[in-house]
């Protein structure tokens, strides 16, 4: 990506100048980063990883089960009963330094290769540099990954180290790596109350917030740590919380519990208290008050649910008032529209066509033969007319007729399917529509 900042510029240009990771930092990821293993057979021979050499155990030189010394290039080898031959391992780790007022965090992928036999090949690529500025900004040089892919080790190691976008896989590998011992600290940071000590915090979170948070930068001086992770990893808890941690402190106010005691005050919070106030956040039983506030905030939660039941009652009511509505008023409009066909009958002798004559026998019909005639609504359709095909109590098919043509419109059986005596329902139907249309003069 292209340098668009003042700032980005500035950290491509001074990047181009670091030097590359020398030989002793790379020589100590060798050392620390990756297992040398020592593998051992059956026969009790052991192969270096490191060098290749192979001997037996008996010689003495394997001082415990789980590790041992090479003979040869006398690495500290952990020993691992296999029949293995090959074993590959990835890792990471991170020079510490500073460069023209910036804190640098620079981070190598570390790769092995060893056969049984033969000496280990070991690669170190620079692959992530993280810039952070006295003012706890931070600006990200990294090689490129593809879009392909798959897997978070795999870094396109001919490209160039340039300015790109935050990925969290950057905070991902600063996390995963060991960290050089020696480091060089911004006089900012060492000024802030840094002394070496990480706190289990990785570098680029820690540094940032030193760097930009006046909170962090207190408790870090007075020896708060768990306050201060907890505050770093819960940014909306110290905004919450500060102030009042702040008069328990002045109060002298033991805390044992600090997650628990946050939670106290948030609970306070929603109960309208003053969390200024030392005799709210400074209890002397704590877990009374904590206690206490916890049945305030169910009662009021038990409040507020009824009150949403009450709620969802009165809107259920509401709604069933307006469905029966609609179905007197769909009543009324169907008998407005249909009575007059109510009793319409036609028959071959064997085969009975009568109309549907209220909305329940629409749904029955609906329902027996596995159509729409109910869910669509034809009961609603003026220019409609459904009857019902039958032999005995036996519905065949169901017979829709426009009532402005006189012509069926369709005629299916169950599942909308045609049935052996499709062609003569029509043929009924279309050669007794006269009787239709009397019932529509008369009306």
Known sequence: MKPKTKIQKEVARLSANLRPISATQIDWAYRHCVEHIGYRTKKGNITCSDCGHEWHSDSGL??????????QCHAELKVQDTRRRIYKETQYFSVITTCKGYQVIRVAQVRCESRKGEPMRFYCHEVVQRWISPDGKVTDMALLRGFLFCYCDVWALGSD????????????????????????????LRRNGFKGDFHGIYPVRLFKALLSDPRIETLMKGGEIEVMKHFLFNARTADECWASYLIAKRHKYQIDNFPMWCDYLRMLKKLGQDLRNPKNICPEDFMAAHDNATRKIEAIHEKERAAEQRRWEIERREREQQRQ???KKDAEDFIANKSKFFGLVITDEEIIVKVLESID??????????????GSGYYKKADTLILSARIGDEIIETVEVDLRTLEVVQCHGKHNQDTEYHERIIDLVNRNANLIRERMKAA
């Open 325 to 327: 509505l609609q179905r």
């Open 161 to 188: 180290m340039e300015v790109r976008p935050h990925n969290s896989l950057y905070d991902d590998v600063v996390a995963r790596s060991c960290a050089y011992p020696k480091m060089r600290i911004l006089p900012q």
């Open 62 to 71: 394997c001082d415990t089960l789980e590790g041992c010394t090479c003979p």
């Open 361 to 374: 026998e629409y749904y029955n019909e609906g329902k027996t033969q596995g159509i729409c005639v109910f």
